[in-house]
């Protein structure tokens, strides 16, 4: 594509060189430029790629986009200035790849918690009332059946227009995808035109990249900013900034609630183990999923579903019938009975629902004995520290045993986070908490130390198959250590 038509209505500061260079391939990393490549220049957090314009002039970049022109430009090579490079490659991927949002209904869902699992839903939701359907989430991206595995909660902006193009040319209709607070701020959704966008709920987590509340507050609240006056807006009117995200929204304001007024309302009428029973706009329904999040999460996906048109009891009907995504409260159960749940909770906010969900069914046992609910949990290493001893507390908090372990410690030492996460042990339950730096062999004390009928809660990682160590990725499975574990019980 002409350079010319690629940066159509993208403001620039200054050219130098040929607008009519022809553009075969846009990227923001040096090392995959190739003969014919736009090359982005993007200011990172651990490095600046203007540093590496060079780098892709000598791999045959035909144009560099950058936000500072350098002070002499070889002729063959086009240069663009902008403002923000980040934001520009938004824009630019929409031109290159056609738009291919403006050709499908793209639903983003942001929230500290939840985006996957309302997101997942949604997209189980579609494909069940007969559309095809593209997901973008944490766990994986999916065209339909077609699986792709995702590096990111929400990708790049032009791997998403890329994977936009290919859910399009399967005939895709609807798209569901997940914004992080980071992918606002770093632009990723430029350039996307959304028909709808959904708020969970907005509680402590990423302070280490965003520094203060208000700024994450105000992350989420810039996708909410950027939706065209079309689209829906669609809050929860019972978390306290749920108002906040739609105060300078161009879109269509709603709202579900569970306790308040809101455009869609819902009530629990009975909550297990088992699942949920809901009244959503007075119709009684059963849901396989569990805990209060779960119904806020429902109701959201529902209000979402009836806002894109579909037929309220059909959504209903097709809803009741749809499992949680992996490792969401995803359970785990020995031959003795003893309750092992996978979750995927690693903000405090997520744990303490987590762990009330379970405590209200850890009462229902017909054993005679009290079931004790055993937490087992950690905190991931180069990623918001001020979480680490709110979660230990937490968890002392509404366990009988915690084992506090490591999390994906990346490139900080485990035993350092663990003693973080001990300073927010209260003393009074410094004898209830073991801390083991191995995951594998803190989730096997902890089917050491459980009796039938007991609640093993193993905390943070759930759907991920891996844990991260100095840059390496080893095997790991929650899941699947659990049940070795419960397997080797007997034998012991
Ligand atoms: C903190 C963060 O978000 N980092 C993201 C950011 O990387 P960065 O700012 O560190 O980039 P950098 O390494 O400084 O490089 C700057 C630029 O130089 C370029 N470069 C670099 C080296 C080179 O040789 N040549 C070159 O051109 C890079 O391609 C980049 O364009 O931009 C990269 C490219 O898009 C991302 O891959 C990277 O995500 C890292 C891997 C990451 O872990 N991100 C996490 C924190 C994240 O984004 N999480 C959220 C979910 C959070 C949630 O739970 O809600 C997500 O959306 O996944
Ligand atoms: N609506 C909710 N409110 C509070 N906690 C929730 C909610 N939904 C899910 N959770 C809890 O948070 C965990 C993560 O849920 P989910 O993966 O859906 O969130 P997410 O926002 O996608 O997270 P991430 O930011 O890591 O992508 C779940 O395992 C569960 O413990
Ligand atoms: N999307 C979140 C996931 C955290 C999951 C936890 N297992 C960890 O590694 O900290 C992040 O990147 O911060
Ligand atoms: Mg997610």
Not at 398 to 406: K, P
């Amino acid at each position: 594509m002409q350079l010319s038509s690629l940066l159509y209505k993208v403001p620039l500061q200054a050219t130098a060189g040929s607008m009519d260079t022809d553009v075969t391939h846009l990227t923001m990393d040096s090392r995959r430029v190739a003969p014919g490549s736009l090359f982005i220049a993007v200011r990172g957090t651990v490095t600046d790629g203007h540093a590496y314009i060079d780098k892709a002039i000598e791999l045959g970049a035909s144009a560099i986009l950058c936000e500072a022109l350098p002070d002499q430009t070889p002729e063959h090579v086009t240069f663009v200035q902008v403002a923000d490079s980040a934001r520009t490659m938004g824009l630019v991927a929409a031109n290159f790849y056609g738009h291919p949002s403006k050709k499908i209904r793209l639903v983003g869902v942001t929230g500290t918690n939840g985006k996957t699992s309302v997101a997942t839903l949604l997209f189980r939701l579609f494909r069940s009332l007969g559309y095809r359907c593209g997901l973008l989430s944490t766990v994986q991206n999916q065209i339909d059946d077609t699986v792709i595995p995702a590096t990111h909660t929400t990708p790049d902006a032009i791997t998403t227009h890329e994977l936009l193009v290919r859910m399009l040319e399967h005939g895709c209709t609807h798209v569901f995808m997940e914004v992080s607070s980071h992918a606002v701020v770093q632009e990723r959704i430029a350039g996307l035109h959304f028909a709808g966008g959904i708020f969970t709920n907005i509680t402590h987590d990423h302070l280490d990249f965003h520094k203060t509340f208000d700024n994450y507050i105000k992350a989420k609240k810039g996708f909410f900013d950027q939706l065209p006056r079309a689209a829906f807006a669609l809050t929860n009117a019972d978390d306290k900034r749920g108002a906040v995200m739609l105060q300078n929204t161009l879109a269509r304001k709603e709202s579900y609630s569970l306790q308040t007024l809101g455009t869609f309302k819902g009530k629990i009428l009975a909550d297990g183990l088992f699942g949920l029973e809901m009244d959503i706009d007075n119709r009684q329904v059963w849901f396989k999923l569990i805990g209060r999040f779960n119904a806020y999460n429902l109701l959201a996906v529902y209000g979402a579903a009836v806002l894109l048109g579909e037929d309220p009891d059909d959504v209903l009907t097709q809803l009741s019938g749809l499992m949680p995504p992996p490792g969401r409260f995803e359970q785990v159960i020995s031959d003795d009975r003893i309750v092992g749940i996978v979750d995927y909770a690693h903000t405090p906010d997520a744990l303490q629902n987590v762990l009330e969900t379970i405590a209200e069914f850890s009462q229902e046992s017909e054993t005679g004995r009290l079931p004790q609910v055993i937490t087992v949990v950690g905190c991931g290493g180069n990623r918001d520290a001020a979480k680490r001893p709110l979660m230990a507390e937490i968890a002392c908090k509404f366990s009988q045993r915690v084992i506090l372990t490591s999390d994906n410690p990346r490139h900080e030492e485990p035993m350092a986070i663990l003693e973080q996460m001990q300073a927010g042990v209260p003393p009074i339950d410094f004898k209830k908490t073991i801390t083991i730096e191995d995951r594998r062999e803190a989730i096997e004390r902890a089917v050491a130390l459980a009796q039938p009928h007991d609640i093993i809660l193993v905390a943070g990682k759930g759907h991920e198959t891996y844990q991260e160590i100095k840059g390496v990725k080893y095997d790991f499975d929650d899941r699947l250590v659990l049940r070795e574990a419960f397997a080797n019980r007997g034998k012991a």
